[in-house]
């Protein structure tokens, strides 16, 4: 098996944090916590573990609020979906993080992050066929 980075194109990132309410200022802290790779292909964020755990020390609270940061990290997972192939393992680690991003922003009290997830996974049932965020398709 072959590996590779969990990365999305640059604009399309951009354009999903815009998307979910992220200011411009809030979108240049966000993806401060993404590898970025620029290549013949384009411009990619990429996942970077060291980065992240760096960015809850570094960044300045001010700058971005955690009901931010958790519609961030939606607008990325989502961004992977729509461009896994159906059934890929990509697709199926993509919902296992939203999924768990629902759960972990509703225990820690955010509101508008969990109901917009549960509307998504609603709305592509037909694409992932799960109904319920707490249930799998066996």
């Known amino acids: 098996m072959s ?3 969990i990365m999305v194109a640059a604009n399309e990132l951009t ?3 815009d998307s979910v309410g992220l200011t411009s200022a809030e979108v240049d802290v966000f993806v401060n916590i993404f590898q970025y790779i620029h290549d013949v292909s384009g411009e990619w964020f990429a996942l970077d573990t060291v980065k992240v755990q760096s960015f809850h020390v570094a960044h300045d609270a001010t700058l971005i609020q955690p ?4 519609a961030g990290w939606f607008a990325f997972w989502m961004c992977v979906f729509n461009h896994a192939e159906s059934g890929s393992e990509l697709e199926v680690q993509a ?3 939203i999924r768990g991003l629902f759960f972990t922003a509703a225990h820690n009290r955010q509101i508008t992050v969990p109901s917009v997830i549960e509307t998504w996974w609603q709305e592509t049932n ?4 799960n109904n319920s965020l707490s249930e799998v398709v066996a």
Do not use: P, R, W, Y
């Not at 009901?67 to 958790?70: G, Q, S, V």
């Not at 037909?126 to 066929?129: E, Q």
């Open 15 to 17: 354009e999903s944090l």
């Open 3 to 5: 590996q590779s980075h």
């Open 126 to 129: 037909d694409v992932h066929h």
């Open 95 to 97: 919902l296992g993080a």
């Open 67 to 70: 009901n931010k940061i958790f």
